[in-house]
């Protein structure tokens, strides 16, 4: 299936490691080109060299703290120099800590809010009347299951990607006559440094290894196992492309059915 992808312009977020690299992988190989960011230089260089070594495109890595107004308008301001227009957009970063309501502080929770909601907006803010200007553009927010199905300790993620969530849906209407849709993907338990890093810290807390407890979590899996990156960049591919044009406002799981909703 031709996506229509080739020589589009991508700016995807948080992108040198996870679930933001294999979207953006996924985008080189059906030939977009890349604005990739993250604030580690070392790793953003070499997901760079080794996204361009394999697929060939034209990639330009920005390091950037997303939690940073500034940062963010310099990402977008390097792609606009360097590409003169982005086209598609897939928000995306590091969740925040894990925890309970009493155990997080004021600091906590607004840091929370400018990690997993503002910086998300902030990047819409940026592409937004550019691809209203070319009447044409792709928005996916990389969120999680946790919209759908609070998962438990995570409090600070249940909540504002939660609240991105109705941002995102809202602003679909908002754009829907303009060539522009706004969609959510939301991962399931991948198999990602993140959450192998939630795995080794919710594990501590029980007195159990990390493998013990990452088997827990497939057993609630229907499918038995966890999810692969590449599984989930397949489909944010098609949520960007030049197919999917008439889906918009949707938030779609890859997650193995692990969600028991019926919607």
Known sequence: MDLGL?????????SSAGLGRAVAEELA??????????????ALSATRE???????????AVPADLTRQEDISSVYSAGLEQFGRIDILVTNNGGPPTGQFDSLSQ??????????LYSAID??????????????????????IAVKQPVENLMLSN????????FARTLAGEVATLGITVNNIMPGYTRTERLEELAEQLARKEG?????FAARWAEEIPMGRLGEPREFAAL????????????????????????????
Not at 9 to 14: G, K, N, R
């Open 208 to 212: 159990i290894s990390r493998a013990a």
């Open 29 to 42: 190989v059906e030939g977009a080109r890349l604005v990739i960011c993250a604030r580690g230089h070392d």
């Open 159 to 166: 909540s504002f990607r939660a609240a991105l969530t109705g």
């Open 123 to 144: 990047l819409i803010r940026q592409v937004l009347p550019g691809m209203k200007a070319q009447g044409w553009g792709r928005i996916l927010n990389i969120t999680s």
């Open 107 to 116: 600091e906590q929770w607004e840091q929370g809010a400018r990690l997993t």
């Open 50 to 60: 080794a996204i361009q070594l394999v697929t060939g495109a034209e990639v330009l």
């Open 6 to 14: 080739k020589n589009k312009v991508a700016l995807v977020a948080a």
């Open 236 to 263: 944010a591919a098609f949520l960007v492309s030049e197919r999917a044009s008439y889906i918009t406002g949707q938030s779609i799981a890859v997650d193995g059915g692990w969600i028991r909703s019926l919607l």
